[in-house]
């Protein structure tokens, strides 16, 4: 239990620090760039990782499973990484932070048409819930300071295509394993960015400075590389359910670090949008993972 909770307060660590982390080296380089390095360098740090996890299982991948995960870089990787990153330039660390947190809603939704996880009431009011989150974060009557329409519009979709992403995923994680299927999906993902950059003449690896490496290297190294490999350590040693508290613990904590670091301000509504955020997660997850944390507690003390 104790390496669960280590796992998932690191994971959370890393998710919440990754929009302001992103902000600040946004200021000095180009968007595709940073999304570029960043999951390729995080997805060859994962890759010893997900090499030991193959030998493991005895996983044996054929052509259909490269292009299948071929295919789940593109959706993750230039399209929904490369337009978060996008809405991360364009609005408040804090609002992009909550509103990427909504993505395992979408998820819930996509999967009801996908993969045929039927809608119910409780998801029904989940979806609901998390999308007057969304317009409180937003304040529309009022947007803050630092906020932008197509910011807003960037982060959605962002978290829309990352929920398909998601759902995808889960149809080829048993065979192929978690950590193998993040790993080669943000590589090839990260690939077909390399030559959008180079369509559209946009910088690889030239204006690094020195001062960016540091930043670089947390960002690739421990927002992406650590951040999703105790994530699925978490995963590993308890069930999904359990990780997911990643995702309730990210909303709470994201704002903190955009506060103390980006010296935001939240208001009234974005307070109201956090929570209601939250509550929407509960509703989705949070029953479920207060069942599984009982027991992970019973068979401790067994």
């Known amino acids: 239990m104790k ?14 620090t990754m929009e302001v982390t992103l902000k ?17 360098a995080g997805g060859l740090f994962l890759l010893p990782f997900a090499l030991r996890e193959m030998k493991k299982n005895k996983v044996s ?14 959706i993750c990787i230039p399209v929904s990484m490369v337009f ?6 364009y609005s408040n660390a804090s609002t992009a932070a909550v509103i990427f947190c909504v993505n395992p809603i979408f998820t819930m939704l996509f999967a009801h048409f996908i993969i045929a996880e039927h809608m119910n009431k409780k998801k029904g009011a989940a979806l609901i819930i998390a999308a007057l989150g969304i317009i409180f974060m937003i304040e529309p009557w009022d947007m803050p300071e630092g906020n932008s329409v197509k910011g807003i519009v960037y982060i959605i979709f962002a978290a829309l295509t990352f929920g ?4 995808l995923g889960k149809k080829s994680i048993a065979k192929i394993g978690s950590i193998t299927q993040t790993a080669i999906s943000f590589i090839m993902g990260s690939g077909v960015l390399l030559l959008v950059n180079i369509f559209f003449d946009a910088p690889i690896f030239y204006g690094i400075g020195r001062s960016d490496i540091l930043i670089i ?4 190294v421990g927002v ?9 350590m978490a995963i590993h040693k308890s069930d999904a359910a359990t990780g997911s508290i990643v995702f309730f613990i990210k909303p709470a904590l994201a704002p903190v670090f955009a506060v103390i670091i980006m010296g935001e301000h939240l208001g009234i509504a974005e307070i109201t949008g956090i929570v209601l955020i939250l509550v929407a997660s509960f509703i989705n997850l949070g029953a479920k993972v207060l069942e599984n944390l009982k027991q992970e507690v019973k068979n401790d003390k067994a």
């Open 224 to 232: 992406t590389g650590l951040g999703y490999l105790f994530y699925f």
């Open 3 to 16: 390496k669960v909770i280590f796992y998932i307060l690191g994971s959370a660590f890393f998710f919440s």
């Open 217 to 220: 290297l947390y960002i690739s």
């Open 61 to 74: 991948l054929n052509v259909k499973d490269y292009l299948y995960m071929f295919m789940l870089g593109i």
């Open 84 to 89: 978060f990153q996008l809405g991360v330039m």
């Open 24 to 40: 600040i080296a946004a200021a000095d380089m180009d968007a595709l760039q940073l999304t570029f390095i960043r999951f390729m």
């Open 164 to 167: 398909i992403y998601s759902v």
